[in-house]
């Protein structure tokens, strides 16, 4: 096993473990295949030949050790990341290698922030969280957009879904967050996370999506991972995401059926366009990025992320979100054969 080419992949039989064993193997990197269940891991590296597989639990912290060795990083796929990723990250900085996840859930990615910070910088170990599409791409997007400003007053983030079946992680990781809320609320505002309880129905506005999506119906308040990663290193004190209605009832819907494949790679049907503002004052600045399927284009993006952490392109060390350890604009145009993205004329509000 070449070591500077392998990639550990925790989770590596979940819906998007797959996605990012795929990617991998089409970068050039040997990922090893790592999870808790022998008999998926088995199953899947018998699709995979050549690739070894390790079985390792995040209860077990010799058998994460064992796991990892050999590898130059590690990617986490296994939710629900409020059980996966501490004891991950332990496994990563003990090996001194850099950690990125997947993670969507908000707490997770607190979690990730408050707990690993000193600890990843000072072991010198780089720690991605949610380098995924919630999370990791409006962070992006949201970074390109501020472009030489230091501050701003708001970002808005509006996912225009055309629909959206969520994977058992997903369904898992949403009844964990929503557990750890105890029936609150979160939003960012005024420059924290606020935890809020509100009996009323989630605000419904239209947004007006670019073409072919167009104007459409979100539901405001719908937060998501970007109030951990943007807020993480850029100073914006509110920071807003927004879902189209039909997606938000698929997902709440109690028969929510899981994607399916439409095309060789795996991916689902499903298109999105995530629509960025960010405003300072009366001029405010917008990026769009569109593509296919969710979970599908979370692997290029987290295996663009191992790839520029290992060939030293990061601007910081420790945990650090996306738009902070990375070239945003530079990261986005890497991925031009899977996003599409668009940075519209600053304009006057």
Known sequence: MSSGRTVAVFGAYGHTGRFVV?????????????GRDAGRLQALAASHPGLEHRVAS?????????????????????????????????AAVRARIPYVDVAAEIEAN???????????????VAVVPAMAFFGGLGDLLVTTAMADWAAADEAHIAYGLSSWHPTAGTLASGTVSRDRRDGHR????????DYYVDERD???LTWDFPTPVGTRTVLGDFTMADVVTVPSHLSIPEVRTYMTTDAANDLAAPDAA????????????????VDVIVRSGDTQRRVVASGQDIYAISAPLAVEAVRRILA????????????????APDFLRALSAHISVEERPESRV
């Open 110 to 124: 607190v979690d990730t922030f408050t707990h690993f910070t000193d600890h990843a910088r000072n072991a010198g």
């Open 258 to 273: 899981a994607p399916s494949a439409v095309d060789e790679r795996g991916r689902s049907a499903q298109t999105f366009t």
């Open 186 to 193: 979160v939003r960012y505002t005024d420059g924290r996370l």
């Open 22 to 34: 795929t990617e991998l193997r089409d970068r050039g990197f040997v990922p090893l295949l790592i």
């Open 312 to 327: 030293g392109q990061t601007r910081t060390s420790g945990v650090a979100s996306a738009g902070e350890i990375f070239d």
């Open 58 to 90: 995040v209860d077990d912290p010799a058998s994460l050790d064992q796991a990892l060795k050999g590898a130059a990083a590690v990617i986490n796929s296994a939710g629900p990341f409020a059980s996966t990723a501490a004891p991950v990250i332990e």
């Open 202 to 204: 989630l605000p419904t």
